[in-house]
């Protein structure tokens, strides 16, 4: 049993981490930013995938194999600053593209939550560890609720398979979870709220 249970939480942990949920998140929300036409869906979504997920990704993977940290989701605190501070600015880069660009309202929003909750995870994390992983998806769920109605609320289900996969692993204490799941909807969910 206890082999099974820690397959379901290493494939939850890859599946739903903070990489894979910041692919998809900004075609939902361009999608419904751009009333569903496929190419201003694809570009906005893609140009904040790209700098808030695929570079930062690439970035830590390559500190990874070269040793700097000790994996993709680095988890020792003290390593983590560095990844999240070129996550930070990165995603920043990508803000600047989509406000020249002119991007929906909503698609900015949803970069400006990210950076309010990157630089949010950044101030605990030189203390405290906190997971990303549940701040990025219970602040994604907040933001499809928001343009897609409650019913997107049963995402939570898979937010909660989440949470316990990272204190499953050791990756994180309850608390730690805890703390990251309310800073998801409280900053991020927030901001995005206040901006579009």
């Given at each position: 049993m206890d082999g099974i249970r820690l397959r379901l939480a290493k494939v939850t942990t890859e599946v739903l981490s903070p990489a894979v949920v910041v692919l998809v998140l900004p075609l939902a929300v361009a999608w419904?930013?751009?009333?569903?036409?496929?190419?201003?869906?694809?570009?906005?979504?893609?140009?904040?995938?790209?700098?808030?997920?695929?570079?930062?990704?690439?970035?830590?993977?390559?500190?990874?194999?070269r040793g700097r940290w000790d994996g993709h989701h680095v988890r020792d605190r003290e390593h983590r600053f560095v990844p999240l501070a070129v996550g930070l600015a990165s995603?920043?880069?990508?803000?600047?593209i989509l406000l020249l660009g002119d991007a929906p309202r909503d698609v900015v929003g949803l970069t400006v939550a990210m950076v309010?909750?990157?630089?949010?995870c950044i101030a605990v994390t030189l203390t405290w560890k906190v997971s990303l992983?549940?701040?990025?998806?219970?602040?994604?769920?907040?933001?499809?609720?928001?343009?897609?109605?409650p019913w997107a609320l049963l995402l939570l289900i898979p937010v909660a398979l989440v949470c316990w996969s990272r204190v499953v692993l050791g990756d994180h204490t309850v608390a730690q979870v805890v703390v990251?799941?309310?800073?998801?909807?409280?900053?991020?969910?927030?901001v995005f709220l206040l901006i579009r």
């Open positions: 419904n930013a751009t009333g569903g036409r496929v190419g201003p869906t694809l570009l906005w979504g893609i140009v904040v995938a790209l700098f808030s997920s695929i570079l930062p990704m690439v970035f830590i993977i390559r500190g990874a194999r995603t920043a880069v990508g803000l600047a309010a909750t990157l630089v949010t992983h549940a701040a990025v998806a219970t602040g994604a769920v907040v933001m499809i609720a928001l343009l897609y109605g990251g799941a309310a800073l998801g909807p409280l900053v991020g969910g927030a």
